[in-house]
């Protein structure tokens, strides 16, 4: 669904047809305050930087999780990120990764409502 756009700088603005057939006379003449609405600089574009940044590190961490290699290697991986996000010592990732088929995010959420119960 389209919105209707808003255009600030001319929203006082009118612009009169006084001849719509082709004619010697004059032009149609802009008021003042339209030219001068239209002089005023319009912002700079959000550029979306910083947002753009997260999803590019969350594809890369998303990358390093499913990169080609056994499935040793990715459920090592797995471990080591685990490990890094809980501070808890290997066995006790590994136990909880092998419960939940090696779902890392759920694997964290169970640890830490473990640890707090």
Avoid at 25 to 41: D, F, R, T, Y
Avoid at 66 to 90: C, P, Y
Wanted: with cysteine.
């Amino acid at each position: 669904m389209e919105q209707d756009l808003e255009y600030r700088n001319i929203l006082n603005c009118q612009v009169e047809v006084k001849n719509a057939v082709n004619t010697s006379q004059q032009p149609v003449k802009l008021p003042q305050e339209c030219w001068n609405a239209a002089s005023i600089p319009i912002p700079k574009l959000y550029d979306f930087a910083l947002e753009k940044s997260i999803l590019k590190k969350r594809a890369d961490v998303e990358q390093d999780l499913t990169s080609t290699g056994s499935r040793e290697d990715l459920q090592r991986n797995l471990m080591t990120k685990m490990k890094s996000v809980t501070k808890a010592k290997e066995e006790v990732c590994v136990s909880i990764l092998e419960n939940n088929n090696y779902d890392l995010k759920t694997s964290v959420e169970t640890y830490f409502q473990s640890s707090t119960a």
